[in-house]
């Protein structure tokens, strides 16, 4: 059995573990000083474009928001600006399947107070956000903060689809300030969300008189969605080529931890590494597992962060084949509408390279936490479910000429209530345990813009405590 040594080892090659390693390289000045052993087969963990026929199908991430600073420059640093792919102006046009039909989410005020989206009482009550209570100072679900702001109706209504459609959640069991605080900050910072989001639109004009840049803003949660020419698997695939140091089809069987500091890890091809630093990127249920040994009330806390299953389903076809253009980025379902389907989206509308010429490619999503028992359905019945629910949303009775079941039993992780005081537990012991840290997206994010933001962050600290002499 031989035994490798490395100043830092990072185990899982995810966006997370790719970001530490890409960053503390570049802190470090040595290729050499940072190894990746991952169970996989490539690297980029569930961020995988798969291409087949001219059609692209991204297994998870659809984009990023070009809002985020650290990403951009990520995307300048690795020389990929020439391969990036802007959503559409397509993409602006979103839907909600409300009482039987899709309507258009509106992007002014005018719009809104004329939308059927809610009832004229909804709407009104949404216009009175200003003047809602004030916070009550405890970790408050999704849902109790959009009903004590918006109201009850755009709660369920509106921001429910959101949420399905971000994290395959559900607002009652989500806390907004670990799920979404850039909601909390806007109250913090302004007092509600419709000045907070006046004083956000002033900024932008400021610096626009000024010179400075402005981000486009789409009807989406700030920023445009942005991908890469060939996917969003191009983003890891740059960051992996700039690591020597990648092991891939390798899984960790044990992490120890050693007399004079550092750690050792055996992995299931019989090699021992040792090194000063060790880092866990793959999903809190599987770190559970890994750091049980070291630490069992670490494991429990990291084993308790839940989960939602999600199916997404790609169907082809081609354009002939549709009853009408589909012209927008897709449309999101509340739940009590009657269907099972979370959403829908118009990939082939939203990027153009995602399907060939004159075909579409959809992109639907069924599952999440109020509908776990997806995970008991096979292709096939997934498949029957999604041709017969887009046929009564979008009229479409063509059999697609393109199919790809993906299907992510564990899916996404969810933040509840006490999510955040979680966190302090688990930072607390991992202070316990110098040089191991956590990365990925289990934590504080699952959009690609925050892995990277908390990724870096992991990164500096470690570069810090290696500079120190303390990691």
Not at 324 to 337: K, Q, T
Request: proline share 7%; aromatic share 6%; with cysteine.
């Amino acid at each position: 059995m031989t035994t490798t040594e490395t100043r830092v080892l990072v185990i899982g090659g995810g966006m997370g573990g790719l970001t530490v390693a890409h960053e503390l390289i570049r802190h470090l000045g040595d290729p050499l000083a940072v190894r990746i052993i991952d169970a996989g087969e490539r690297p980029g963990g569930l961020i995988w474009s798969e291409y087949d026929g001219g059609y692209r199908v991204e297994w998870a991430s659809n984009g990023f928001l070009d809002n985020a600073p650290l990403t951009l420059e990520f995307v300048k640093r690795l020389g990929l600006e020439p391969k990036v792919e802007p959503s559409s102006d397509a993409a602006r046009k979103r839907y909600l399947y409300r009482n039987g039909k899709l309507i258009l989410l509106p992007t002014t005020p005018g719009a809104f107070l004329t939308s059927p989206l809610l009832s004229l009482r909804g709407r009104l009550r949404v216009a009175m956000e200003p003047f809602a209570r004030k916070a009550p100072g405890t970790d408050e679900t999704v849902h109790e903060f959009a009903a004590r702001r918006i109201g009850e109706e755009a709660a369920r209504t509106l921001v429910d689809a959101m949420v399905s459609g971000i994290f395959a959640g559900n607002t009652k069991n989500l806390s907004v300030a670990s799920a979404l605080p850039l909601l909390t900050k806007l109250e913090a910072e302004h007092g509600g969300l419709i000045v907070g989001m006046i004083a956000k639109m002033r900024e932008a004009r400021r610096a626009r008189r000024a010179g400075g840049p402005i981000k486009e803003v789409d009807a989406g949660p700030g920023g445009k969605l942005t991908s890469f020419r060939d996917g969003m698997e191009t983003l890891p695939q740059a960051l992996a080529a700039g690591i020597p140091g990648i092991t891939m089809a390798t899984a960790v069987e044990t992490i120890e931890r050693l007399p004079a500091g550092g750690y050792r890890v055996r992995t299931n091809r019989g090699e021992t590494l040792e090194a000063r630093v060790v880092v866990v990127a793959p999903p809190p249920w599987v770190a559970a597992g890994l750091l049980r040994p070291l630490d069992a009330a670490l494991a429990d806390d990291l084993a308790a962060i839940p989960s939602s299953p999600i199916a997404v389903i790609a169907t082809g076809y081609g354009a002939d084949r549709l009853p009408g253009p589909l012209d927008g980025f897709g449309f999101l379902v509340p739940r009590g509408e009657g269907l099972r389907l979370l959403g829908c989206l118009w990939d082939s509308s939203i990027f153009r390279f995602r399907a060939p010429v004159g075909k579409v490619l959809l992109r639907t999503m069924i599952g999440g936490a109020h509908d776990p028992d997806v995970v008991k359905l096979d292709g096939k019945e997934l498949l029957a479910i999604v041709r017969r629910e887009l046929e009564q949303v979008l009229g479409i009775t063509a059999e697609p000429e393109f199919v790809r079941v993906i299907q992510h039993r564990r899916g996404i992780p969810q933040y509840p209530p006490g999510h955040g005081a979680r966190l302090e537990r688990i930072d607390g012991r991992l202070a316990e345990l110098p040089g191991l840290h956590l990365a990925g997206y289990g934590y504080r994010g699952i959009a690609v813009n925050r892995v990277i933001e908390d990724s870096v962050a992991v990164a500096g600290r470690i570069a810090e405590s290696l500079a120190s002499g303390r990691g």
